[in-house]
């Protein structure tokens, strides 16, 4: 009889197993898609408005770091293509609309006060994104999903600090 209820309990512990694990599964991955999601037009965000800077900066530290996040948001956005291909995303084409504001707010600019906003909006922009990723890093169930976030974190984090380095000097 023993023998029977171990069983038992043992087939019922599994039976609740299975039954709760692709639910949280499926929460994990719905948390980890929305934010792959928004880290993706974070990336665009930033590339449109730094294409912009890299044209309109006329401090030439300022245009270097523009350069910079082009260079390396399109980097981001190569490596977490494959997350957003194997979980049927699709990427963003451009800016959002908060984002388009402060593109034509940019293009209305010119000299030192377009290099202050720009920078400004970099070190807003990357205090967010850095929020962001080091929730989901926290967060998130998938192992090799949870690796590159911890690699966009520590660039986010970089530009962050970069970007309040050189407003601090406009």
Known sequence: MKKYAFVSCAVLAASISATLLPVAARA???????????????????????????????????????????????????????????????????????????????NGLSGADFDKEYMSDMVSDHAKALSAFTSEAKDTKDVKFRSAVIKGKTAVAAHKNMAYDLKKKL
């Open 28 to 106: 994990a991955t719905d948390d980890d898609k929305k934010f792959l999601a928004t880290a993706a037009q974070s990336d665009q965000n930033e590339i449109a408005l730094s294409k912009l800077a890299s044209d309109k900066a006329t401090n030439p530290a300022v245009k270097a770091f523009a350069d910079k996040m082009v260079t390396e948001h399109e980097k981001m956005t190569s490596d977490m293509k494959p997350f957003a291909d194997s979980w049927g995303l699709t990427a963003p084409q451009g800016p959002d609309a908060d984002h388009q504001k402060s593109l034509d707010k940019l």
